[in-house]
């Protein structure tokens, strides 16, 4: 965290989220109540079987009962012992990878958006300030992630890594050449995955039907953003790209006219003035009404 101070810090003009509830009680992290909260703008280096439940998590979860039974196989995992139910979930692994997971999974936070950040604050006292000052309310400019927006709309946060999970612009099923996303639909979940959770790794990876590719000046945009939060990866033995941040996408229904649980409650502002993808937006900030 020292060395790649950039990498692990809150950037000016991120979004930030609260870790400072625990997502089930087997966390052996202690968070008692505080003045100032714990927060995060990156979930940095975590596993890509952690990115996995995560996903699962979030994508699997349409209703509040949903929620609550997936937070419960999450806790049952962890407290049954890391052996016999990663191998079961995740296939082989190292001893070192999976008492990472484990680690990972049983320390799970649940969580909240806490704004946006005015100023950099780093993960280590040897860097410099610890502390961020964060806007909770009122207008901001902010930069718009993956899915365009149009003025009106709820805007809810995601990680960068659930792209895949929500339709695009006119994303075709590779199978049947069948358009999965049109009109309105842009930003809504391609469907729950609803399978067991033993299998949930393939299924988190083999449901993603189809993947959007940006165009150049998309990618210049999320080329500008990035290098101004301080993203860039700038090559060998350089300092490495910063990654698994959050970005904030318009709330759409799914495609059968249900609501999400998973994603209602990321729900955290309103889009006053629409923006293409990577592209700056106003958005009107609700975290003190929530």
Known sequence: MDTYKMKYCIHKDELVL?????????????????????????????????????????????????????????????????????LRVFGSLDSVDKDRIFSELCNLPYFTIQGYSQGIAYASELSGDTVSTITIGGMQTVMNGAFACQAGQMIQWYFDFEVP??????????RTGRCLSVGMRKGARIDTINNDFINLKAAA??????????????????????????????????????????????????????????????????????????????????????
Not at 165 to 174: K, M, N, Q, S, Y
């Open 18 to 86: 609260n870790v400072g509830q625990a997502l089930n009680d087997c966390s052996t992290i202690c968070n008692p109540t505080r003045a100032y909260p714990s927060v995060v703008s990156s979930l940095a280096d975590i596993s890509g079987q952690t990115k996995d439940i995560l996903r699962w998590l979030y994508n699997d979860s349409a209703t509040g009962k949903e929620w609550l039974m997936n937070k419960e196989k999450i806790r049952r995992l962890c407290r049954s012992g890391v052996a016999n139910d990663l």
């Open 165 to 174: 999970c929500f339709h695009g612009e006119a994303v075709e099923d590779p």
């Open 205 to 290: 990876v083999q449901k993603i039907l189809g993947k959007e590719k940006l165009t150049d000046i998309e990618e210049k945009r999320k080329g500008y953003h990035e290098r101004a939060l301080g993203m860039d990866g700038l090559g060998e033995g350089m300092t490495p790209k910063k990654r698994n941040i959050f970005y904030p996408k318009p709330y759409v229904i799914t495609p059968d006219g249900e609501e999400h649980y998973a994603d209602k409650i990321r729900i955290f502002a309103k889009c006053v003035n629409g923006a293409r993808k990577h592209e700056m937006m106003d958005i009107m900030l609700m975290v003190q009404s929530l």
